[in-house]
């Protein structure tokens, strides 16, 4: 708690309230921090961002006072919120708020500042600020402090754990799968080297190079499991190469499975344009970049079963050959017998040029080459990252693009419209993240410095699912498992540790968001039932979901993850400590609650609700209720 | 469709650009109101096309319910209900210092092991053997979740589809009752489960690992009173937020949850269900075998919960229980985990369900059981060699077997018959004539339950069309609907 304040109490005055005049407070006698920039007369604007906190230094006088005025506003005329545009942070607003004034779509208030500061610490770090950096902000009368957060979060470990669960979520890395077992240390090196780029903000460009031309012992050299993770055991090479061929066009928001068995004419003709244009002799030749990858398997002496890493490496020779009759997919024949397809990159039917720019070119570095420098590349990860920031993709799904129906100047046949919900931003966004040098910090910095990402989940007036492509308000999200279970850590301060397997993790790791995988921890079978009931997914063939569940409600209701963690008798745990401490009133017991478990303050209702839930005396046992509470409320649940 | 018939008030002047097809239907958006925010929500309410499409295929429709028992890992074949003695089927001569008598026995046009599966073999009245079953991958994860799916996992929609359990419940939905509490889709002992997939998580697998004690999840560890004072202050500080919430649509169906799983804790029916009492597990359990404890066996746990889900009839149609470590490299026969007592746990727990199942009435039908209103069925993801690797146990092998019991089936027959090691297969014994694939015995477990197997789903995220059984509608899967009428004379079955 800050030392300036005794205790910080709020008044919301949001727009079914009223305001109260600050002036009018100070003319009472009512002593208060006074925020710069706001202005006399408040009331007659219809919304003030970020200046609608007051701090009172005694709450006990000033709460009658202050409760009086609320009342007097709420008995007035809700003043209807007119419509206006709001400061144009960049870019991004420029597209968003432009399409909106075209088409005459309301769009909600910018969030409180609470509200923000809550959201830009889940969604860079996956964890809820303390109490003292809520009051800190709240505090803060730079208007430039918004932006100053996000930079300084974006430079902190816990940005590199969260964003590399995001990163192993789209290279599926996990230990077991379909495809293969990768043994512990592999896997780690495959983790390491994913948590050392983000953390050091390698260009994505060269990051998804890095992965594509990895060469080594899987069990060292993080990215050469990338190939490793796709081998197909039990069939013919060739199957290898196409889920290579597969996983280069998730880079490229491209889901070439379907040509992989059969042409696309005939199949995906109501779908997408582009891919029923193309055939599975395309999809071949995009796999044939991978067909000169040497991936030899080390098996561990005492169990030859147990295979303990592979070597990759390239060829100088060898070619994807149309001659298989077994395996993943349909019989694989050309119009020859062994003909060779020779490499060609799908998205354009570039031949692969062997004395290319570099002569020593390898098949799969120049297929890296081309993959980084397609516009397309840059568009699928903006896209890619505005979908993990807001829920929904300007292209969706995002893995699923109509390279047809993508460009602005795109000749759109009959029936059919562009496949964006906002085009132009889609180009801009692209375009920065390549003239800014692939830069993820940059991309996601810039994304949630925009008004956009900082509009509020309530919405002024009736919504319409019509809204949804205008990005008109926040759409709020379930926090993911692993922000549940850190969240949870966090506010009840009761540490976790979750072990996983490797020789890389001789201590284990506190926080969920630091598992390498969403199968971790193996040998824990409750943490792991508790995790995937929120649905992380295996990596694998079930993906993440943010859908909710009766099991995520029993879990939170009566799993001991929760219920172990709120009792006093934890005397350095939250409740434990505001427990200890007698000196405080029952208000800020409460209100030190509210910050730790919700990062906000309590509006004057819950106040006055849980103060009266409390008792006088306060007992143990009301007070681990009400934090059990505050864990099953929809604003701890969501990030909003 | 016309583009003004959308819920905004009308006043933009173009339909902004973001549907690739028919404009809205207002209809659409009642429909999918309430679901969770997430990319496919999202694609569900930008792709508002017809959603169904079938064939209206005829459908058997005697089973109200399922148990599907899913043997993971993949158990032999040669071994249990294809049983063959051929030299080149490699069994050995002792285990243990002991000679090794499996006991196997003919009736009629099958030969079963009495040491392995006693209580079955008394039962092939009620049971029907498939053999002409063939899986098509040898991997386990890809296997299993092929057969929880009924599809290629790494085809088409594969990462999204739902398990069968959850399409059930889903079709089932029309026909709950407010009194049914219970989940329709309930997963026992589960490994490498699939869930709902892309469909809505209300259909999700509840998920349970049984114990005499109940069911953990269900109890508050604080109490019952404390949890009722816990759960008035959630209810008194979050309603503002849960009901017609300022956060949107999208949080209205944390209420739902949270009151489907108030109602699970609270229901004394529930709770009875899952709970059980060493007796019982005692019955469903094999004897011991050497150092192990009597009645401990967690299938017949899980055996039991089945039966009084389906008896108390409160809305639980689909029942997936797994039963693992079927996975025998090694020392088939010998060891802590092998044949001699994975076996005889099958069949304790299948067998004296089938039984109690047959001794309870249909809650519906006059006349008949919960057996006749319930189909089982029983399989792997593969089966097993026939010939010994080095390390005395069986490998991944394609040829495997299918049971089917209940609901309507014609028990007391075989299907298929395959070569003297048990690997192709000289008889197919169905009308089709070719190999039975987990897309056929899908087709058959869908017109057990009356579902029409060739229905599609346009509701899928990329509009592509979710097929409940993928090419049923051109005719390239279908039921195997010999399982439905006798095929062979009635043979001869020892009566106790």
Known sequence: MSARLKIVFVAIAGATLGWISVDALLRAGVPTTKREGVSPGVADCTFFPGHEHLYVSNPTKELNFIAAKLKEASSAVPQRRSFFAPVQKNFIDAHIFGAMARDGVAFADLTTDSEFVRRVYLDTTGRIPSPDVVLNFLNDPAADRREAMIDSLLDTPEYADRWSNFIGDQLQLVLNSTQINLDPEARNAYYNFVRASIGQNKPYDQFVTELITGTGNTTEEGPANFVARWRQPNGPIQDTYDNLAAAAGQFLGLSLNCISCHDGAGHTNALNLYLTKRTRYDFWAMAAFFSRTAMNPYRDPKDNNRILGFMIADNRTGGYILNTTSGNKTARNGTAPNEVVMPKYLPDGSPFDAYGPNPAETYRSALARMLTSDHQFARATVNYVWKELFGLGIVEPADNFDLDRISIEAKIPEGWLLQANQPELLEALAIDFEQHNYDLKYLIGTIMKSATYQLSCSYPGAWSDAHIPYFARKFPRRLKAEEIADVITQATNVPASYQPRGSAYSKPVNWAMQLPDTIEPLGNLQMRTFLDAFLRGNRDDRSRSSEGSILQALALLNNSFVTTRIKVSNVNSTVGKLWANKDLTPAERVTRLYLATLSRLPSLEELDKSILYLGDPVSASKLEDLQFAFINKVDFIFNY | ?496
């Not at chain 2, 919960?370 to 069986?394: A, W």
């Open chain 2, 1 to 496: 469709m016309s583009k003004r018939s959308c819920q905004c008030n009308g006043e933009h002047s173009r339909m902004f650009s973001f549907i690739s097809g028919p404009g809205f239907s207002r209809r659409q958006f009642f429909r999918i109101a309430g679901t969770g925010v997430s990319g496919y929500y999202f694609a569900r309410v930008l792709r508002p096309i017809d959603v169904l499409a079938q064939a209206k295929v005829p459908t058997v429709g005697t089973a109200k319910n399922c148990v599907f028992v899913f043997l993971a890992g993949a158990p032999s074949h040669v071994d249990t209900f294809d049983y063959k003695e051929d030299a080149d089927v490699m069994r050995p001569p002792a285990v243990n210092g002991q000679p090794l008598n499996l006991m196997p026995e003919t009736y009629g046009g099958i030969k079963i092991s009495r040491t392995l599966l006693p209580n079955l073999s008394d039962l092939l009245g009620e049971i029907v053997v498939v053999r002409s079953v063939l899986s098509k991958a040898l991997a386990h994860e890809l296997a299993q979740t092929w057969a929880q799916i009924g599809r290629s996992p790494t085809g088409a929609l594969g990462n999204v589809s739902p398990n069968i359990g959850a399409v059930v419940a889903l079709e089932m939905e029309s026909r709950r009752k407010a009194s049914d509490v219970l989940p329709g889709f309930v997963a026992l002992n589960s490994i490498n489960l699939v869930g709902s997939g892309y469909i809505s998580s209300k259909y999700a697998p509840f998920q349970v690992s049984p114990a005499p004690t109940g069911l953990a999840g269900l109890a508050h560890p604080d109490g019952p009173s404390r949890f009722d004072s816990r759960w008035g202050l959630i209810r008194d500080l979050d309603s503002p937020l849960r009901i017609d919430s300022p956060l949107g649509k999208s949080v209205d169906d944390m209420g739902e949850f949270y009151k489907s799983a108030l109602t699970l804790m609270g229901s004394q029916e529930v709770k009875q269900a899952f709970q059980y009492s060493t007796e019982e597990t005692t019955r469903y359990s094999p004897p011991p075998l050497g150092n192990q404890r009597a009645g401990q066996s967690v299938f017949g746990g899980a055996c039991i919960v089945a039966r009084n889900l389906l008896a108390a009839n409160k809305g639980t149609r689909f029942i997936t229980i797994t039963l693992g470590g079927w996975d025998m490299h090694s020392n088939i026969y010998a060891g802590n985990n092998s044949l001699l007592t994975l076996a005889p746990s099958l069949d304790y727990g299948l067998a004296n369900l089938i039984k109690d199942l047959q001794s309870k009435p249909s809650p519906e039908t006059p006349g008949k059981t919960l057996f006749d209103d319930t189909l089982i069925v029983v399989q792997g993801e593969f089966g097993r060699t026939p010939g010994y690797n080095g390390q005395g146990g069986r490998d991944h092998f394609l040829r495997q077997f299918s049971l089917f019991a209940g609901g309507g089936t014609a028990g007391g027959q075989v299907i298929g018959q395959t070569d003297r090691t048990g690997n192709r297969v000289i008889d197919f014994g169905w009308h089709s004539n070719r190999d039975i694939r987990n897309e056929d015995i899908f087709a058959t477990i869908y017109s057990a339950l009356g579902i029409d197997y060739t229905t599609v789903r346009y509701d899928d995220p990329i509009g592509r069309g979710f097929e409940y059984v993928p090419m049923a509608k051109d005719g390239v899967y279908e039921p195997v609907t010999e399982v439905f009428k006798p095929q062979l004379p009635a043979r001869s079955r020892r009566v106790i």
